[in-house]
């Protein structure tokens, strides 16, 4: 009888067990300190791309370098003596796939290919990659910069390609993307209309211009930006120079464009200027003046320990005027990286984070271009809105709903 007894309360608590709701939220800590790994134990070659919640999971879209060795001096160097460009500015950069259920290091499944430089038409060095829905076409629409391989003007463009899934195979559908400016760094963003907005530099400028409905070509509509840059007509420029590496997104109704200096594989590091709006169009308006991710002092600090030369090749050196060195300024960047992109990720709550995240240039724990990590942290807002000055942590840590939607 006492055995019967034990097995049936057994019975009744796994019975009790299995009625139990399964986690709405999964909570997750990703390092800053520690190389983010794939599913095979590799370091995760990826770089400057976006990361989006689609069909389920997380899908990353990056541009994966070379096996080749950081330059010996200062990222932008792009001569050697035994090859004419050097790593960082070789023609086999390609767009890479990953997805995650969760963000986790150890999680990221490489999934493929999605277009390679040698194979795109113009291409000999291809940057930035940029995913979208387009929710009007119901497809995929993925963007990379390049830069022309025939060596004539426009030096720099972009270029896009379609699929119906977020893992390919995706075929090119636009060579050329025509925007009013030669584009240069960029980010696309989607508003809930369906209306999609391209924000990119040209000239070291930053402009956002509206696609067409297909999100494949400009459409010659610019931004109103209060104090903007009219140098470069017919759009209006923002009024911050040397500047790329755009990011733009909505939050509570607020729009916001960030970006800073000009970081040419730079190990220090750059900034973030912050600018508001009430739509993608404007009117745009400067939140305040300042650098908000660099600080004053060029030394490191135990404040920063991923400084250390635990993360940090023996053979890197500032590149001379750039990132938080522009004009010669005696800065550092809170984060030793240049902007990448802004993760929207709802919390277990149905709140919203923004994970600011950057490419730390030059800082690859073996000395290999592909290996370069990144700096994901929490952007941080005031009850007005306004955007706080980005900071170094270790790790970010995020209770977020396991079903984020689409």
Known sequence: MLVLTSLLLLHHSLAAAQRQPRSSSTSVTISNIEPRLSTDGEIVNAH???VRWFNGKWFMHAAQYGECADPPVHGCQQSGSNRTLSCGFEPDHNIS????PDLSSGSWQFEGQAVQCTEAPHCSILYRPHLVWNPSTKIYVLFWNFV?????????????????????????????????????????????????????????????????????QGTGIGAEIQGGNTKYPPLTGFPVDFVEAPVLFERHGIYYALFGHCC??????????????????????????????????????????????????????????????????????????????????????GEYEYIWTGDRWMQAPDGVKGHEPQFWGRLDFDAAGNVLPLKWVNAVSIEMKRDQGQ
């Open 97 to 100: 796939i990953w997805s995650s």
């Open 148 to 216: 022309n391989k025939d060596g004539g003007q426009p030096h720099k463009e972009n270029a896009a390609a379609t699929a119906s899934s977020p893992a390919g195979p995706f075929a090119i559908a636009s060579p050329l993307v025509n925007t009013t400016h030669p584009s240069g760094d960029f980010d696309v963003f989607v508003d809930k209309d369906g209306r999609g907005y391209m924000i990119y530099s040209a000239r070291h400028v930053i402009f956002i211009e509206q696609l067409t409905p297909d999100f494949l």
């Open 48 to 50: 400057d791309g976006t």
């Open 264 to 349: 040419c594989f730079c190990y220090q590091g750059s900034g973030m200027y912050v600018f508001q709006a009430p739509h993608p169009l404007g009117p745009w308006k400067q939140q305040g003046s300042a650098d908000l991710g660099c600080v004053n002092g060029t030394t490191p600090t135990p404040a920063h320990p991923a400084w250390g030369s635990k993360s940090l090749p023996l053979t890197a050196a500032a590149t001379p005027g750039q990132g938080c060195l522009y004009k010669n300024a005696e800065q550092a960047s809170v984060t030793r990286a240049q902007q990448n992109f802004v993760i929207q990720v709802q919390t277990a709550s």
